[in-house]
């Protein structure tokens, strides 16, 4: 279905959700105070097949309940899982099926898991209610290294990740700096991209691209390639990555990331991103969403799930969202977009399947800029000059594949598969200007691109949680493989010399009309390149106070085709960290971390170059506030990389020589959760420092950046309905770089955005405002021919509709 189909049937569906909440006056929900009962509400649950005690920490966790029973009466059992948003009796006996257990509530967050034939024989008083029901007496949950946790998150603030060491770990127990976005945080936002929502973690800088992507840096180095649901990505996934309303949270993971199998060949020593995917769920989600805005155009997404039988074994999702967009500010032909992701479960007494299909289109206009007339920011080009044409764009097709499986192998002991083939293609046309400081002449040059790839991913891993006494043991091991292929690829470009850039210049015609006049590169054959990994990873718990992560990954990498001879370099890499816990809200911890990689070019004697070698160390704490309601992060790192690789010669055949060698340093802080019932906080701060070893100066590198937003429901009665949120970012100054040799300034920016929302019983419309002061924003990365810049106030108003 096209984005206009898909519009014009989203939006009188939506339109008669909105009529209906308005004329069946539908109780608001927060029409009554929130009630503290169990049987009073609902929570979101992602609980997978585990062991029963493991299942029921996790649901203590995320719906806040206090669970007691016998250490005898859960030993040995395993528990089919629970997903979607349930009520807590719901998830509790969907938890306890087959386990021959039942539960009582006696309290007003507190509940008892028994034997169904157990007759009472004296009675147990509640701390928390004072009440005394008729229960036996019973003990909290023995003390379990869980090894089953699941993904969940509150409010602002994420508990747990996967993506960090592909098994359900805290984030307090990780020796490594994790931050998480989650779903609350992106609604909050009124984000609707991953580019959005990431730009505004600690140590990650957003940098425009010219004719292509957006990119992203953490650290001071490229993201790379990325991971979907800790599946690494064969080639770089930004512009086609899915829309939000298809992502259930994103990771972003700090330090080299070689030990996960990411594949990237880019210097991405600095960290990487993981989206995770929205799964299907047995319990029914019904949401139409709709925005619009000036620049942003229309969006208009679906989100079905549920079951497909009595039981509620098997599940669906299916996700459809698209956008339409007139023009940008500068007038280049707005963005097109189409998303489609279907998704199927089924989860039996021991084991799990997920297979699933995803298909992204998106069509996305060079981004407003100018260029640099002289030696300052002072004389650009005028932005109300239009750079060369309107239809400047460039667009990337995905088809995805994927699927998850885990099947249990007794008590201990567990399977999991996961796998995924992706194949891209993308092009693009634009007019670019070189030669830019010479008193307002230029040359323009006109270009297109093709290029077509195709990657699959395959994940097996065998894992086992087990005790020695004092110590618990999370063991991994894992083979993974991933093969690219990078497709036929081809350039073809035109130079046109004397071009004035004043007001009067004339829109430049669409690069596609001077088709008979570029020249043209010879077509480029695709290679092939391998990678393969075999690891060992140790999540050893001592205790309560100390726990040590160790990995170690034998990382094989391998070139074939293509202009080079065969290629194949190896290497073993580890990770070891430690926490220590001096209370059970603190955590502090050291790590050290290795990151290889091979790059495809050869050098000018056709050898290959050497591969790039990092480490870093890393040092922080993590502190939980408000009765774990918030944490506080803090983390200072050193990343040291041997060398670089320099792109010598552009024209095929290609070649490259050793680059400088960096060393990144810097302190990054974080804290998100909820201070006071209804308000919710992220804020961050990243002081960062990038030297290179030949001694030259970094650009697009601020020294500073901060970042903070609020999120408040009001809690009176009177206007309970109503919801505020608004927040400022901020960097210092950076440098852009002049293609002829040397840097320009850059000024500190400060951006700042408010919006307002109004909650209805089964629908919620949000007002925003971006850019509030109406001030001419620069991006942090800029070249002499490409100033990307964004300017003036925009308004946004974003709705969804529960049916």
């Known amino acids: 279905m096209t984005p206009r189909r898909a519009a014009r049937w989203l939006r009188p569906a939506l339109l008669a959700c909105l009529a209906w909440g308005v004329v069946a006056g539908c109780p608001d929900r927060a029409d009554a105070a929130p009630s503290l009962s169990l049987r009073d509400g609902k929570t979101r649950f992602s609980i997978p097949p585990q062991p029963l005690s493991s299942a029921l920490m996790a649901l203590g966790r995320q719906a806040d309940v206090q669970i007691l029973t016998s250490s005898t009466a859960i030993a040995g059992r395993r528990s089919t899982g629970t997903t979607g948003t349930l009520k807590v009796e719901a998830a509790l006996a969907h ?62 603030i994420g508990k747990t990740t996967r993506g960090a060491t592909r098994t ?9 700096s994790v931050s998480i976005v989650t779903r609350d945080l992106m609604d909050s936002r009124q984000a609707f991209e991953v580019a959005d929502v990431v730009r505004h973690v600690a140590g990650v800088d957003y940098v425009d691209g010219f004719g292509g992507p957006p990119l992203f840096r953490i650290r001071g180095f490229s993201t790379g390639n990325g991971l979907t649901d800790g599946m690494p990505n064969g080639v770089a996934r930004i512009e086609d990555l899915p829309p939000l309303i298809g992502i259930e949270r994103v990771e972003v993971l700090k330090g080299p990331e070689t030990i996960l199998g990411e594949p990237s ?91 699933g299909l995803e298909y992204i289109d998106n069509r996305v206009p060079v981004p407003d800029h100018t260029v640099l007339l002289g030696p300052s920011l002072a004389e650009t080009s005028s932005f109300n000059v239009l750079l060369g044409s309107p239809d400047d764009h460039a667009r990337f097709r995905t088809r995805r594949a994927f699927y998850m499986a885990e099947q249990a192998l007794g008590e201990r002991w567990s399977l999991r598969s996961r796998g995924q083939y992706v194949s891209q293609r993308s092009s693009g046309q634009a007019w670019a200007f070189s030669d830019t400081q010479r008193f307002g002449l230029t040359e323009a040059v006109a270009s297109t691109y093709r290029y077509a790839d195709a990657f699959y991913t395959l994940q ?21 493989y991933a093969r690219t292929h990078t497709g036929d690829s081809a350039e073809s470009g035109m130079r046109t010399t004397g071009a004035t850039i004043n007001a009067e210049l004339q829109l430049l015609p669409s690069v596609t009309s001077q088709d008979a006049k570029l020249m043209r590169t010879r077509p480029l054959g695709g290679a092939w390149s391998s990678n393969t990994g075999i690891f060992v ?14 990995t170690v990954r034998h990382a094989t990498y391998e070139l074939t085709g293509g202009q080079a001879p065969t290629t194949r ?107 006071m019932p209804g308000l919710d906080i992220s804020a961050s701060y990243t002081g960062a420092r990038v030297r290179n070893h030949d001694g030259s100066l970094p650009y697009g590198a601020p020294r500073h950046q901060w970042n903070a937003w609020a999120s408040y429901r009001f809690q009176g009665s009177a206007l309970q309905s109503w919801g505020v ?68 106030r925009t308004f946004l108003l974003s709705a969804t509709c529960d049916f």
């Open 168 to 176: 359900d770990a805290a984030l307090t127990d990780l020796p490594q």
């Open 537 to 550: 990873q140790d999540q050893l718990s001592i205790g309560e106070s100390w726990n040590v992560l160790a």
């Open 95 to 156: 938890l306890l099926k087959g386990t021959g257990l039942d539960y009582e509530v006696i309290g007003r967050r507190t509940v008892v898991v028994r034997q169904r034939d157990f007759t009472p024989a004296i009675s147990y008083e509640s701390r928390l209610s004072g009440t005394k029901p008729s229960v036996p007496i019973v003990s909290t949950l023995d003390a379990v290294q869980v090894s089953g946790l699941v993904l969940y998150d509150v409010g602002f």
């Open 460 to 480: 097996n891993e065998l894992a086992a949680s087990f005790d020695q006494g004092p110590l618990v043991h999370d063991v991994l091991l894992g083979v993974d």
């Open 569 to 675: 370099k190896s290497k073993w890499v580890s990770r070891l960290g430690v926490v220590y816990k001096p209370a059970p809200d603190l955590s502090l911890y050291a790590s050290s971390n290795t990151g290889f990689q091979v790059d495809a070019l050869l050098g000018e004697d056709g050898r290959p170059l050497p591969p790039s070698v990092s480490r870093q160390i890393e040092v922080g704490t993590k502190l939980d506030l408000f009765d774990q309601r918030a944490r506080l992060s803090a983390a200072w790192y050193r990343i040291r990389l041997d060398h670089g690789i320099n792109r010598v010669s552009p024209e095929p055949p290609h070649f490259a020589v050793p680059g400088p060698g960096q060393t990144n340093s810097g302190v990054e802080v974080e804290f998100q959760g909820q201070i």
């Open 265 to 355: 060949v880019a210097d991405n020593f600095g960290g990487s991103v993981n989206i995770v995917m929205k799964r299907p769920q047995a319990e029914p989600v019904r949401q139409l969403m709709f925005s619009t805005g000036r620049y942003d155009g229309t969006r208009l997404g679906i989100d079905l799930a549920g079951p497909l039988d009595p039981q509620g074994n098997l599940s669906y999702r299916l996700i459809a969202a698209g956008n339409r967009a007139g023009r940008t500010v500068q007038g280049y032909h707005g963005q097109r977009s189409g998303y489609l992701a279907p998704s199927i479960a089924w989860q039996g007494d021991t084991t799990y399947l997920l297979l």
């Open 725 to 792: 949120a608004g927040g400022a970012f901020a960097r210092s100054r950076t440098r852009g770089r002049v293609e002829s040799g040397g840097y320009f300034d850059i000024p500190g920016q400060l951006s700042a955005e408010a919006n307002l929302t109004w909650y209805g019983n089964a629908w919620s419309v949000t007002l925003g405002m971006k850019n509030l002061f109406a001030r001419t924003l620069y991006a942090v990365n800029a070249e002499s021919s490409f100033v990307p810049v964004r300017e003036g």
